[in-house]
């Protein structure tokens, strides 16, 4: 059945030109390609944004043969995450870029040396003195030459797994998150993407913000002032760049945009008093931009669709919602995450599986798996014992841990493939 699957994706795949369906704009509820015709984001999320700060995966296969199972699996984009301290080392000529060095201070002398062998083994195009942006090239290069359309996503400030509350990377003024530098990194790499990444298509913001103690005042105005600033940053590097907002509170819920709510600011902060209206015919952007959300299992649900539908929707689902009396604007709606295990029976031991699809079903938006990395070269969560491992698996990953094979059939049978044809 993954056989037939894969082959089908294989020959779908073979039928669509991203250069002729680029670039996107967008047009009230929908996505439209060049040809004018209603396109979706049917992706997975491949990371690039953690300590070593390049697409995970190269120790255990060619840039070619990951790329290739984008399309295997029938998916037409990719959301690529990235760190601003990438860019930050650009711009500061720090001699740290080179593929030899980045990989022996993320990993040390020994495990740091053996990795290297195995990147350029599988990759031998690449020498130790290769840098993080040419590996990032190779990679958008190749993207490119699969037709495989590629959203690149900041994740981060600094490069460590993402997210936990009070890392300093959640929200703009905490300790990593550097409001100018941010912008400035999207200024860099949205123009240096424009002039060499083929399929380019979409850039997201800011993955998952969320609450700090220490921080600028968490409240939508604050959202309002930077994320249109980086818009524009944006729109100026490459015009034709998709822009996708994300919410707040890991990206759960971003109803006041589509409903045209005060964007308020804090009493007793700087920002009390201060209110916006994201309003979008206002920005020269008014057809790139995109609403995105994301939606994990966390609380194990066991709703029923009806009502898990009816919960999730009230998050920013309105924005797909011309009937709704209460949608201001209309705008699309991107899944930019959703996944869960890769373990055979987790798929069917919730509604949640279940329900997403229905919620594609019913409301027809693009979406994004999470992930497909088998495993990581190094991953530092903040609040886990011990902090830091080296080549840990990835249980919710697409590929197996060498990034060789499907990590399990039955698993993509069952929600990867039903997310495929919830948008036929
Ligand atoms: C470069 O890496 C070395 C360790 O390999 C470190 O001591 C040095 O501080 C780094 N330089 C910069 C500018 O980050
Ligand atoms: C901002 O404040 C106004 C007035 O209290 C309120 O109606 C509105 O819902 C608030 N906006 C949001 C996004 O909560
Ligand atoms: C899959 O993962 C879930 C959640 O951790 C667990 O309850 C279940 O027992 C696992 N299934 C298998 C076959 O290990
Ligand atoms: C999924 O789980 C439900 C309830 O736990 C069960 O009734 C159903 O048979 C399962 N479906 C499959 C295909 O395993
Ligand atoms: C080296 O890598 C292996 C496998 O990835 C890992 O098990 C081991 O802990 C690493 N060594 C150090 C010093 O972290
Ligand atoms: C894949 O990784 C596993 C460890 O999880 C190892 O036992 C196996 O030999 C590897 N397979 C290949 C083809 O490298």
Redesign the pocket.
Known sequence: MLITNLALGLLLSSFTDASSVLPLVTKGRDILDSNGNVFHYESTNWPGHQEAMIPEGLQHASIEEIVSWIPKFGLNSVRLTFAIEMIDDIYSNNPNQSLGIILLNALGEANGTRVLHQVLEHNPQFTKESTRLEIWDAVAQELGKQNVILHLDNHVSKAFWCCGENDGNGWFGEEYFDVDKWIRGWSYITKHAKRNWPTFSSVGLRNELRNAAKAEPVD?YTWYVHMTAAADAVHEADPEALIFFSGLSYDTYID?IPLG????GTKGTLTTGKTAVFVPENFAWKDKIVLEIHKYDFEATQDDCKSFKSKWYQKGFQALDASNPATKYLFPMVLSEWGFIHNGTYWNQTTYNKCVIEMVQEWQFSWMQWELSGSFYLQTRPNRTPQTLQGPEEFWGLLNYNWSDVRDPVTVENSLDKMIAALK
């Open positions: 939508w006041p709510k005060t964007l308020n």
